[in-house]
């Protein structure tokens, strides 16, 4: 009779947009282990996604300070709430994180074999070139389970979120405002296209906005409500308080952003979002995700290109990319 898996702790990579790649990973493991805990590492100020999730996991940031080999067993030596680990994946694929396994002593420890992470792994596999975050950590699970997973697709049921009175006062007018929120990323590409959204704006009429940003909010905030915005209202929510967050997502009638965190996050729990991006090299394809996101991109020739599911369409300027984002939120 095989052990009971029990707990399981994940090593997930660095940044938020690859946590957010391990989604289907996680949901996964929920399912193939029911009973068991779900304990997850991710590096300082990467764990808001984590919370989106639909079930309970346990969330542990590593500090910037506890990045070296040495630092690495200090804070696992302080972690006592992580003991008595049956499973551990590192996702990560770097020695740090292999001994980062072993170091909380898990009874088996799984990964890919990238040079010498192997001396802490008890389960190994042949590291896959060329594929992505999602498609490699559920490889590595399809590998370890010995059956096969490209028939998963996830996605979490919109919320309706617990009233934020703050926020509320925006919808309480006797016909509540169709509001179109502005998810942002950092300050130095936001600034760098702010010509584009002096245009966007400008092509609606008397539109309520609300701004959110990851990262910089004061100053991006400020630098929005420094622009013309025409004949509409601009309202700034400052932080990122995910019961905030989630409130409004369950308010507003669709998303706008340039920030591919909130793209992930908008495809997975199912919000009408639209992303304006310049660049379409490194892109996240979401395979095991049930939904897809819909993108615009504007080059540098003033090509405007509008992607959804594997059609391309082109478009002749921003006033048709407006359009669209009418036709998607039903404005």
Not at 24 to 41: C, D, G, L, M, R
């Amino acid at each position: 009779m095989e052990t009971e898996i029990k707990k399981i702790l994940i090593k997930c990579p660095r940044t938020e947009l690859e946590i957010i790649g391990c989604f289907p990973f996680i949901v996964t493991i929920s399912e193939e282990f029911p009973k068991a805990e779900i304990n997850i590492i991710v590096e300082d100020n990467c764990s808001l996604a984590l919370s989106f999730l639909p079930f309970k996991v346990k969330v542990y940031e590593r500090p910037v300070v506890k990045k070296s080999l040495i630092e690495t067993h200090h804070f696992c030596a302080n972690m006592n709430a992580i003991f008595n680990i049956d499973l551990f994946f590192d996702l990560e694929n770097s020695f740090n994180s292999a001994f980062m396994g072993f170091n909380f002593r898990a009874v088996e420890r799984v990964g890919f074999e990238v040079k010498w992470n192997k001396v802490f792994l008890t389960k190994k596999y042949p590291l896959p070139v060329s594929l992505s975050i999602e498609k490699q950590s559920m490889k590595l699970l399809e590998l370890y389970l010995n059956k096969p997973m490209q028939d998963i697709r996830i996605s979490k049921t919109k919320e309706t979120g617990q009233s934020i009175d703050t926020i509320e006062k925006l919808f309480k007018e006797p016909e509540p405002p169709k509001f179109i929120m502005i998810m942002l990323d950092n300050f130095i590409n936001t600034s760098a296209q702010i010509e584009l959204w002096k245009i966007f704006f400008d092509s609606f009429q008397k539109q309520k906005f609300i701004i959110w940003s990851q990262f910089d909010e004061n100053i991006i905030s400020d630098l929005f409500a420094s622009i013309d915005l025409g004949h509409n209202d601009l309202f700034i929510q400052r932080g990122s308080n995910i019961k905030e967050m989630i409130y409004l997502f369950s308010k507003v009638k669709g998303i706008v952003t340039n920030n591919l965190w909130a793209e992930g996050v908008c495809n997975y729990i199912g919000v009408d979002s639209l992303t304006l991006l310049d660049k379409k090299t490194h892109l996240p394809q979401y395979d095991f995700f049930k939904f897809k996101p819909q993108r615009i991109f504007l080059g540098p020739d003033g090509i405007i290109e509008h992607h959804v599911l594997d059609e391309v369409r082109e478009m002749k300027d921003i006033n048709q990319v407006v359009d669209q984002i009418h036709f998607n939120f039903k404005l």
